[in-house]
Each structure stands twice: as structure tokens, then as C-alpha cells.
């Protein structure tokens, strides 16, 4: 399977009258790279369907929900910064990973016009995990960005498998109280703190957008990840950001946030019926 997310020329598939639309939604979206390689994916599995971003400032974009209503060839809608916490309010019908997020990352319109949303960024996320070759059960994370849309979704996957321990990294008080009250609600298990504390840690997260600018601070000092722990980060732009390039030169493995965008596929394209198993081609060749 060719892979072409990090912004390789990919062919787009023919547009006709009866090609489903499947606008990427987000402001801004020139960061956004992951269309190429599902428009790609779509013509290999001959799905007529095309996905584009669609550039909506916040105070628009309840209006673009209330209008995706009434979009008869547009079979949902995916979901990026800022407009995730927007989506789950707009929705007719939510996911228990949604509700547990407060954000949607992925929606489904079915043919009456009714919208369902899910969160998929911690499934894939786990995913990419997975492929890195590494578990999460029982294991020591850090997780910054943990009250964002994509952040309250990779701890709801991270703790679903079962770690030790998490430390959340969150400076908007009323976020951080509220994913640290509903991880402990639903794992008391796990034991949840609101900053790192010692080091060693298994993995260490960057789901926030601290990063995406040459001029932010590091999210975390990646010294605070065991030598043969695991540092990732959600963003894609720049892909090596200054975390992971700090994390490499220290000789820790990292993951980038392409990493965790090619595993939504599957997760995503599930939940808008467009996966079978006679399409899912393999993409980890």
C-alpha cells in the first residue's frame, strides 16, 4: 500500500455527480496533509468518494454544521483544530468515546440528515503505539494537551489499555480538573496526577499544539522518558518538532503525528461505512 500522508502527489479520484463529498473541516487548514493519502486510498479501493479541507473560522461554524444537515452527497464530515468541542455539540448522536471526550473528530450524516460523531485520535494513536512495537498496559505516561479534543481521546484509548499510571500536563484549569475527574471515575485503578512526578517514564505524549510554531516551548523535557521509552507527538506540521528532535538527539524513539494520522483510517472510515473487508488494504506494508 502506498502511503502517501506526509503530502506526496497522490492522483485524485475522478469527481462526478454522484461522488460522495467528504469535507475536512478546521481553521486554518494549510497544515492539513492526511487528504492526499485517503484520496489516494479511495481510488485503489475504487470508493467514489473525495475528501478536502475546508477552511471555517469558529464564529461560522455552527452554521456549517446546521448546513452539513441538508448536504444530500455528503456522506459526513472529518474534523480538526479548532472545531472538535464545536462538532460534539452540534451532533444529533455521539459515540461513548465522544462523550467521554466532550470532542468529535469524525461524523457520520446519514440519509436523513442525521449527524453522529465519534473521537477517534486515541484509537489511532494506540495503533501507531502498536506498530512501534510497544505496550501500554501497565506502563508510566505523560500526557500533555490531555483537556484538547485529541488529548481527552488518546487518554481515553491510553487508559483503556490498562497503564499504571498517568500524569496530565493541562494549564487550563477547568480542562485539567475535568479529564483528571473522569479518567479517575472510570479507572480507579490507574493512578492520575495532575504533573509528572520523578522520571521514567514509558511514554511521553504531546497532544497539544505546542510545537507547531519555531517559537514555542518544548510541552516537556523529553529527559523525563526512560532510555528506552517511547516520545510522540500529534503534530504534523513541522513533523519532526522540536520535542521529537530534541528526543532523538538525546537517543530516545519517537513517533510523529503522521504516525498516528495514517492509523485513523481505518477507524475513521468505519464509522462513516466506508470500510469493508474487501477494501481494507493493508497499510502497513
Known sequence: MTNNLPGQPAPMPAVTGTTWCLPLVGHPVAQVRTPAGINAWFAECGIDTVIFPVDIPPDRIAGFFD??????????????????QAAFAAMDALTERARFCGAVNIIRRDADGRLTGDATDGLAFVRAVERNGRSIAGSKVLLAGAGGGAGSAIAHAVCSEGPAEIALLEPHKARRNA???????KWPEIRCTASPEGADYDLAINASAQGMLPTDEMPFDPRLVRQDGLVADVITKPVTTALLASA??????????????????????????LWTERNATERDD
Open 248 to 273: 532523538e538527539a538525546l537517543g530516545l524513539k519517537t513517533q510523529n503525528g503522521f504516525e498516528m494520522a495514517d492509523a485513523q483510517l481505518e477507524f475513521q472510515m468505519r464509522h462513516l461505512r
Open 179 to 185: 479529564i483528571t475527574a473522569r479518567i479517575t471515575a
Open 67 to 84: 448546513m452539513l444537515r441538508g448536504w444530500s452527497n455528503c456522506c459526513g464530515c472529518s474534523v480538526t483544530v479548532p472545531h472538535k
